[in-house]
């Protein structure tokens, strides 16, 4: 990929950051977006009167409570997502691993909707992250999960139901589980036992049984926080 094509692309990921940071926030200054994307003021001011230009409905109001912020009508577009594709919106450009959770096809439509809300020229080289980069989330042994277990597993997660895991050659185990983790091609099952958090490596998963039983998550559980503090005490196990 030549040098101007990087920085078009740079360009883009970052306007399109903040498109998203605009509709969640509904307001925001050229210093507070400036922060959040990590370039100056000015490519802040530079890019939204690009966007201007281009079309896409964003001013910048002046005074107190002024700021930079979309017209209520392009962020009715952009909010035009069923919950399916809410839960799929940083799969998207993820079209495997959305599969493997059971989203395919909402991050499909996710994806043709973001790109649709995108200004002319900037759709198409969003889009071209795919002629360059492929997240393929199995091993090279291919995925020894059986299929659909893992979204029974993510089904499971969003209702809040406990579920029996059965690994191969071990006995079954009832979990109240909290979250998924993929970590270099291997999954992990991140799940609440009786007085802490477990994990379970679930590549060699063979079954798994739904139950009736739904429970609560332990109250202020993060799953990206949690991994952060447990990564770094395997790695000291394992060294």
Known sequence: MSGSTTVIFMRAARVISMLFA?????????????????VSERTVRRDVEALGEAGVP??????RGGG?????????????LTVDEL????????????????????ARTVRHKLLGALADGLDETADSLSGWFVHDPDPWDGN???????????????????????????????????GLVLKAGSW?????????????GIDDLR?????????????????????????????????
């Open 22 to 38: 605009l509709q969640h926030r509904g307001r925001a200054t050229a210093a507070e977006l400036a922060e959040l994307l990590e």
């Open 207 to 239: 079954a798994t049984r739904i139950t009736r039983r739904r429970f609560t998550p332990p109250q202020g559980f993060e799953l990206a926080a949690f991994w952060n503090r447990y990564r770094p005490d395997v790695a000291r196990e394992r060294s």
């Open 144 to 178: 020894r999960i059986p299929h659909g277990e893992l979204r029974r597993l993510a089904s499971c997660i969003h209702r809040r139901r406990e579920v029996e895991v059965t690994i191969t050659g071990r006995t079954a185990v009832t979990t109240r589980p909290l």
């Open 58 to 63: 964003i001013y910048t109001s002046q005074g």
């Open 87 to 106: 839960h799929v919106l940083f799969l998207a450009g993820q079209p495997h691993l959305a599969h493997r959770l059971g989203y395919g096809a909402p």
């Open 68 to 80: 930079i912020q979309l017209v209520d009508s392009f962020r009715a577009r952009l909010t035009s």
């Open 188 to 200: 992990h099952l991140v799940w609440a036992g009786d007085d802490r958090i477990e994990v379970l």
